[in-house]
């Protein structure tokens, strides 16, 4: 039996941690994800300050991590302050996947975007990552359209969020 998942925030040398392990692995495996290189806690801390991390801990490991944003201008310019929190760099550490963290991972998302009093969470993928879009839609986010993105073409995806 595995431990429960416990949640930390602010954890920015953690949250690397999980983030390039994810990146070398995904390289390995000859699908890279995000280069290692840019994975650094150092350039992460550029556009994911360290209180936007959110970290899942299974006793004294870190599993997961993700970042959650503010605004997220560069993929979503059309939006209003205040209308969501934008998941980004969401990553279950090698050693720990296929154990249904992912979806650990977006409901801990959800429930912080609802006490944030946020009625969407929303995030954007690689185009051509087509398991990670199965696995958004697969939780229940809705695909919004493409767009071209820093030289990169994501789909967006929005979520919902009743409050309680």
């Given amino acids: 039996m595995t431990s429960p998942l416990h949640f930390t925030q602010g954890d920015l040398p953690a949250a690397a941690g999980v983030v390039g392990a994810t990146a070398r692995h995904q390289e390995a495996l000859g699908r890279t994800l995000w280069p290692p290189a840019s994975v650094t806690p150092e350039r992460l801390a550029r556009h994911y300050p360290a209180p936007t991390w959110h970290v899942a801990w299974r006793a004294d490991e870190a599993v997961g991590a993700f970042s959650l944003l503010s605004s997220d201008p560069p993929f979503w310019p059309d939006d209003p ?59 229940g986010f809705e695909r919004m359209g493409e767009r071209d993105v820093f030289d990169f073409r994501v789909v967006l995806y929005r979520l919902p969020i009743p409050p309680t």
Avoid: C, M, N
């Fill in 81 to 139: 302050p205040g209308e969501a929190l934008y998941l980004h760099k969401l990553a279950v550490h090698p050693a720990a996947q296929g154990q249904g963290l992912a979806h650990a991972l977006l409901s801990h998302a959800v429930e912080v975007t609802r006490s944030a009093g946020r009625p969407w969470l929303k995030l954007d993928t690689a185009a051509t990552r087509s398991a990670l879009q199965r696995l958004y839609e697969t939780f």
